[in-house]
């Protein structure tokens, strides 16, 4: 190697790293002065569900942990989540317009329909905030008091059954296609708009539905409905005298919501990872209220956060393609 060679390599190397010196030093000073105006936190969801309300208790405690900078929730539903999720997908990535999005818009849909976005290229993982079971629920007209009793009740009335979801393709709807077919029962899906669905199974015109715990903790508790059994792997912090349906007899059934933040593919690493610390931060503040509400407080890294949604996945394409929601859309 010649002396010129030799001194065009090490100058090369020298630049690199002078370039990454640089740009680290540039990711750390903003960091250090982010956030210095409002953050949007997008919901694709309307104003009162239980993405909104977990964005909003977010948004109220962060500004005493980032200099009393203002979070504001802002409501973009449609198409399933799809809608504000595409909003941010496009938006700069800066750290001031991040996601609060959920099981659906995030690994569930991309199954379901060709979508402007890929979630796990397009958006960078903040932090998992919360796993939100859903619960199987029955009117109390039924007679049915545990799980044993409604799988007795399920196979002797194998093809008469209906259950209630709030869509084609919903959490809801998938969560109860996974049961039947882990029971070998059949059973007639009725989709609703949101909020009809739980109307019906309270009126006795459907025979069962699943719903986040949030969404049905009111009539549990009032007697209205009587719960059976929680979709996720282990029994929710909010109601810990329901069983899981996994403990019930079918191991390894794992179903439900959960919601995140992330934010648009590109947003510097610094400013990621002190969105999770800070979140990680007010965890505390927020587990009873979480708890009440229905919700199970998780947190932990981004690398968690995106392995999970890795999992959840292929997870739902598999339920996807076994229930024929793609073309019943």
Not at 149 to 167: C, I, M, Q, V
Not at 293 to 309: L, N, R
Request: hydrophobic share 45%.
């Amino acid at each position: 190697m010649t002396h010129s060679t030799f001194k065009r390599i090490a100058t090369t190397v020298a630049l690199g790293v002078v370039t990454a010196s640089t740009a680290l030093f540039a990711q750390a000073q903003t960091a250090a002065t982010y956030p210095d105006r409002p953050v949007k936190i997008m919901v694709g969801f309307t104003a009162g569900g239980t993405t909104d309300v977990i964005a909003r208790a977010i948004a109220n405690e962060l500004p005493s942990r980032m200099k009393g900078a203002n979070f504001i929730v802002e409501n973009k539903p449609g198409a399933g989540g799809n809608i504000g999720t595409a909003d941010i997908v496009k938006a700069a990535p800066d750290g001031y317009s991040i996601l609060m999005a959920s099981v659906g818009p995030l690994t569930i849909n991309p199954s379901l329909q060709k979508l402007a976005y890929d979630p796990m290229k397009d958006l960078v993982p903040i932090i998992l905030v919360a796993d939100v079971p859903n619960v199987l629920v029955v009117n109390p007209e039924k007679g049915i008091k545990n799980f044993k009793e409604f799988e007795a009740y399920a196979k002797a009335n194998s093809g008469k059954l209906n259950y209630a979801s709030t869509g084609v393709g919903t959490s809801a709807h998938l969560s109860s296609f996974m049961l039947m077919q882990r029971m070998g029962i059949d059973a007639q899906h009725i989709p609703y708009k949101g909020a009809e669905a739980l109307n019906d199974l309270l009126a006795g015109r459907t025979d069962f539905m699943f719903a986040t715990i949030p969404s049905v903790i009111a009539p549990i508790k009032s007697g209205k409905l009587i719960p059976i059994a929680v979709s996720s792997l282990e029994r929710s912090r909010s109601m810990p005298e329901v069983p899981t349906i996994a403990e019930s007899g079918f191991p390894g059934y794992s179903s439900g919501s959960w919601f995140g933040l992330l934010a648009p593919k590109g947003t510097p690493q610094a400013i990621v990872d002190k969105l999770n610390a800070e979140v990680n931060a007010i965890m505390p503040n927020l587990e009873q209220r979480f708890i009440v509400a229905g919700a199970d407080p998780v947190g932990k890294t981004p690398a968690f956060f995106g392995e999970f949604m890795a999992k959840e996945t292929a997870k739902w394409k598999k339920v996807v393609e076994d229930s024929n929601a793609a073309s019943k859309q």
